[in-house]
């Protein structure tokens, strides 16, 4: 029997999609191939077992989140088997396991009422032993050696993933600290007080006024910023410059020792403007996708929006109804959710400039 609300086979092919887009760069196409596929078949069989047993009796809530949990964890472990030096035809034996075991957990956490974050624990616990377990096999079996059983151990995806964040963020907050220190450095040597001799004040050396509006200036500071920035935050800040400006800065990134090519108080002061225009990384949670979207009822009427969304697939229309009521759609991941927020800005957007228009 089909549970209202919860369609494991558009579930699935959006969690599919969302994988394509995920997998490592440096995956050949068998690699990627068999990560997005082993996400799809797991998220179905986990969705079809779920609607079919009544006697779990899961709301579409509770649907979503153990397929959800299913797919993310195929995700990583089935990258995990490709980083790990064991050969592909063994993988498939690993993912069972491990995908039997969260949909086993999940079952029986939400059955005995378990707060989600609890849950969330006992399966990351529990995918962890199963797939150590299931490689200590192959080993015990003599299909792969002792090296390859703890390279194959070492590998976690899902922290690679976290880990990379936490680096970025790091950059991010020592380029802002730097300018900081810098800038406090310079103020504190102008309010400097001159020292004295014998009595009789010394001169104070008045400073050049800071030539703020030299182009060329302000272009090699920011281009300094940009170095200190992993490429995806400089493409964020590039993309607030025009298409000119944004290639000079490009230009003069590359530039060796621009460092040497700005006076310190003419880069603190161009660093203060840029400040400005940074773009704030916005942290993603289901609040602030609710917020944003709310920010776009307030603007236009339901109607509006429902008319932009008309044409689109049911956990479209669902997302944007519950956040009309307030509330998060459970269905759409937070990643998706930016993107659906954002299709529909742009859209309302269009909107509106064809109605001006007429």
């Not at 690699?31 to 997005?36: A, L």
């Not at 079919?52 to 472990?77: G, P, Y």
């Not at 993933?161 to 810098?182: D, G, I, S, W």
């Not at 200036?217 to 800040?237: C, F, G, P, W, Y």
Request: proline share 4%.
């Amino acid at each position: 029997m089909a549970i209202e609300g919860f369609d494991y086979k558009e579930f699935a092919q959006m969690m599919s999609s969302q994988a394509g887009e995920l997998v490592p760069q440096n995956f050949n196409e068998m690699q990627k191939n068999y990560v997005v596929k082993t996400l799809t078949n797991f998220t179905l069989l986990a969705g079809e077992a779920i609607s079919n047993d009544e006697s779990l009796n899961f709301n579409a809530d509770q649907a979503v989140f153990v397929t959800q949990i299913i797919a993310e964890w195929s995700f990583h472990k089935s990258i995990d088997l490709v980083h790990s030096g064991i050969m592909p035809e063994h993988w498939d034996g690993v993912m069972q396991k491990i995908a039997f075991t969260i949909f086993e957990i999940a079952k029986q956490a939400i059955q005995k009422d378990i707060p989600q974050d609890k849950t969330l624990q006992l399966i990351e616990h529990h995918v962890d032993k199963t797939y150590k377990e299931a490689i200590d096999d192959l080993e015990k079996r003599g299909i792969i050696t002792s090296e390859i059983s703890q390279q194959a151990a070492q590998q976690s995806n899902i922290d690679d993933m976290a880990r990379q964040v936490q680096e970025q963020e790091a950059q991010e907050l020592a380029a802002q600290q730097a300018a900081q220190q810098a800038a406090q450095a310079q103020a504190a040597q102008q309010a400097a007080v001159p020292e004295q001799q014998g009595g009789v004040p010394q001169p104070q050396v008045q400073q050049a006024p800071v030539p703020t509006g030299d182009k060329s200036v302000k272009l090699k500071s920011i281009a300094m910023v940009l170095k200190l920035l992993d490429k995806q935050r400089a493409r964020e800040v590039l993309s607030q410059f025009p298409e000119d400006v944004a290639e000079q800065l490009k230009k003069l990134v590359k530039t060796p020792r621009l460092e040497e090519q700005v006076d310190l108080r003419v880069a603190l002061q161009c660093l203060e403007d840029l400040k400005m225009i940074m773009p704030k990384k916005k942290k993603l949670s289901q609040d602030n996708m609710v917020r944003y979207m709310d920010k776009i009822f307030n603007s236009h009427d339901m109607e509006e929006v429902e008319q932009v969304v008309k044409s689109e697939r049911p956990f479209v229309k669902r997302f944007v109804s519950q956040a009309y009521e307030g509330d998060y759609y459970q269905g759409v991941p937070l990643r998706v959710a930016k993107i659906l927020v954002n299709y529909v800005q742009d859209n309302m957007k269009n909107e509106n400039k064809n109605d001006e228009k007429k």
